[in-house]
C-alpha cells in the first residue's frame, strides 16, 4: 500500500494566519491526491482533488499543490470556520486507497 | 443535494457480524459513474478505506480487511451496505458511508475522490 506522512499532526494558529500542512507519500503518486476538511459529529467535506483543484462551492482561500510525492495544502488567512481536522487522501492506480494522518488546526 | 445515512447496531460482540447500511437519497446507486463506498475511523487513529462498490456491482476491497468484508448494494432500496465478519475490538470506530466520484485524468488513469460523506456511526465491539 502507499503511505501518506502527513505533518503537522496539529497547529496553532489564529484568525488571518496562514496555514500549510504537508503531505508525503511512499512513492510517486502524480497529483492523485485530495484533501478533506472533518469536524466533529459532522461529515468531512471535500475540499480539493487532484492535488490543486477546488471542489465547487469551496472557497478561495483553499488551496492545494505539489505533484509525485510531495504535496500542500494552504489556508490563505484563517477564518473562525476554518479550525477543523485535515486529511489527504491518495488515490492513485488502483485501491486500496490511503489517507494520512490528519492535522488538527486549532486557536492559537 | 445528495445526503448519505448510515445506520445499524451500535454495538455488536466479539466474533459476530458487523452489518450497516447506507441509506441514499438525491442520487441512485444504480446509475452514473459512482462508487459507493466504505470508510472508518477508530477512536484517535486515521482514516482508513474500507471498500468500494460500482454501480455494476464490482467491489474492490482493502486487503488488510478482504476477507472478513463484504459490500453490497441493494438497488430496490436506493441504498449499500457492509457486513464485517468476526469482528474484535480492534474493529471498534466511526463508520463512514460515502460516494467516489471519478474524473478521466490522463492515458489509463482517473482521478477518484470523495465527493460526498455520510455524517457517520459510532460501533463498539465488545461483549
Known amino acids: 500500500d502507499i503511505q501518506m506522512t502527513q505533518s503537522p499532526s496539529s497547529l496553532s494558529a489564529s484568525i488571518g494566519d496562514r496555514v500549510t500542512i504537508t503531505c508525503r507519500s511512499s512513492?510517486?503518486?502524480?497529483?492523485?491526491v485530495n484533501w478533506y476538511q472533518h469536524k466533529p459529529g459532522k461529515a468531512p467535506r471535500l475540499l480539493i482533488y487532484a492535488a490543486s483543484t477546488l471542489q465547487g462551492g469551496v472557497p478561495s482561500r483553499f488551496s492545494g499543490s505539489g505533484s509525485g510525492t510531495e504535496f500542500f495544502f494552504t489556508i490563505n488567512s484563517l477564518q473562525p470556520d476554518d479550525f477543523a481536522s485535515y486529511y489527504c487522501?491518495?488515490?492513485?492506480?488502483?485501491?486500496?486507497?490511503?489517507f494520512g494522518q490528519g492535522t488538527k488546526v486549532e486557536v492559537k | 443535494q445528495v445526503e448519505l445515512q448510515e445506520s445499524g447496531p451500535g454495538l455488536v460482540e466479539p466474533s459476530q457480524t458487523l452489518s450497516l447500511t447506507c441509506s441514499v437519497s438525491g442520487a441512485s446507486v444504480r446509475s452514473g459513474s459512482n462508487y459507493w463506498t466504505w470508510i472508518r475511523q477508530p477512536a484517535g487513529k486515521g482514516l482508513e478505506w474500507i471498500g468500494r462498490?460500482?454501480?455494476?456491482?464490482?467491489?474492490n476491497y482493502n486487503p488488510s480487511l478482504s476477507s472478513r468484508v463484504t459490500i453490497s448494494v441493494d438497488k430496490s432500496n436506493n441504498r449499500f451496505s457492509l457486513k464485517l465478519t468476526s469482528v474484535t475490538a480492534a474493529d471498534t470506530a466511526v463508520y463512514y458511508c460515502a460516494r467516489e466520484a471519478d474524473k478521466y485524468a490522463y492515458l489509463d488513469f482517473y482521478y477518484y475522490y470523495i465527493d460526498v460523506w455520510g455524517k457517520g456511526t459510532s460501533v463498539t465491539v465488545s461483549s
Open positions: 512513492q510517486s503518486i502524480s497529483s492523485h
Open positions: 462498490i460500482y454501480t455494476s456491482g464490482g467491489t
Open positions: 487522501q491518495q488515490t492513485y492506480s488502483s485501491p486500496p486507497w490511503t
